[in-house]
């Protein structure tokens, strides 16, 4: 049975339950992507490359949403080191993805990407990064995704083959930071492993 189109308050109403979830819910460990951090040094800069694996069936929102009417959380990355300034956080070219029964689409992203992010100053410090965003599968439930990751060492060339240069110009500028943190961060992550994991039900589905 087709259930009744949702009203904007209602709408309004699930978003406030996305964002508010993590003080309600259990948390859980390791949410539904998985992080890797990797750096490289570059003469004067330091080249850093996420690895983020989204779990078969779910996707991880873009840092954009790219639509005013979608529901869902953009992901942000704090990166932070000691004598480090940074770029903001490069992800790559987004899905459009339907949001069934809200009558609209949002930005998000499946599989295995990686996002790019560039440093300069103290090349020998070790680069840390909390990320936080929302998680969803295709038929609604949604997982708060919160991570903080330390640099792993070089990782694979694969990895830095299509590193964009021109992130270097983009240290210290609006988005990104100086200082040691990245993106709006006022305490930077101290660990490697996944934090907690809240779960929200929002029914896209008729």
């Given at each position: 049975?087709?259930?009744?189109?949702?009203?904007?308050?209602?709408?309004?109403?699930?978003?406030?339950?996305?964002?508010?979830?993590?003080?309600l819910a259990i948390p859980q460990w390791g949410g539904k992507a998985s992080t890797e951090l990797?750096?490289?040094?570059?003469?004067?800069?330091?080249q850093i490359a996420l690895e983020i694996d989204i779990e078969e069936g779910w996707h991880l929102?873009?840092?954009?949403?790219?639509?005013?009417?979608?529901?869902?959380?953009?992901?942000?990355?704090?990166?932070?080191?000691?004598?480090?300034?940074?770029?903001?956080?490069?992800?790559?070219?987004?899905?459009?993805?339907?949001?069934?029964?809200?009558?609209?689409?949002?930005?998000?992203?499946?599989?295995?990407?990686?996002?790019?992010?560039?440093?300069?100053?103290?090349?020998?410090?070790?680069?840390?990064?909390?990320?936080?965003?929302?998680?969803?599968?295709?038929?609604?439930?949604?997982?708060?995704?919160?991570?903080?990751?330390?640099?792993?060492?070089?990782?694979?060339?694969?990895?830095?083959?299509?590193?964009?240069?021109?992130?270097?110009?983009?240290?210290?500028?609006?988005?990104?930071?100086?200082?040691?943190?990245?993106?709006?961060?006022?305490?930077?992550?101290?660990?490697?492993?996944?934090?907690?994991?809240?779960?929200?039900?929002?029914?896209?589905?008729?």
């Amino acid at each position: 049975r087709r259930q009744p189109a949702m009203t904007m308050s209602t709408k309004s109403l699930l978003a406030i339950l996305i964002l508010a979830a993590p003080s309600l819910a259990i948390p859980q460990w390791g949410g539904k992507a998985s992080t890797e951090l990797f750096q490289r040094v570059d003469g004067d800069h330091v080249q850093i490359a996420l690895e983020i694996d989204i779990e078969e069936g779910w996707h991880l929102y873009h840092d954009d949403l790219g639509n005013p009417d979608a529901i869902g959380q953009p992901t942000v990355i704090e990166f932070e080191a000691e004598g480090l300034d940074f770029s903001k956080a490069r992800f790559p070219e987004p899905h459009k993805l339907d949001q069934p029964g809200l009558d609209t689409w949002i930005y998000g992203h499946e599989g295995t990407i990686v996002v790019y992010a560039a440093a300069r100053g103290n090349t020998t410090a070790k680069v840390t990064a909390k990320l936080s965003g929302l998680t969803c599968e295709d038929l609604g439930t949604c997982v708060l995704y919160d991570e903080e990751v330390a640099s792993a060492g070089t990782g694979d060339d694969r990895l830095f083959v299509s590193f964009p240069a021109d992130l270097y110009e983009a240290i210290g500028s609006d988005g990104g930071a100086e200082g040691g943190a990245a993106d709006g961060a006022s305490e930077g992550p101290s660990g490697g492993s996944a934090t907690g994991a809240a779960t929200a039900s929002i029914d896209y589905t008729s």
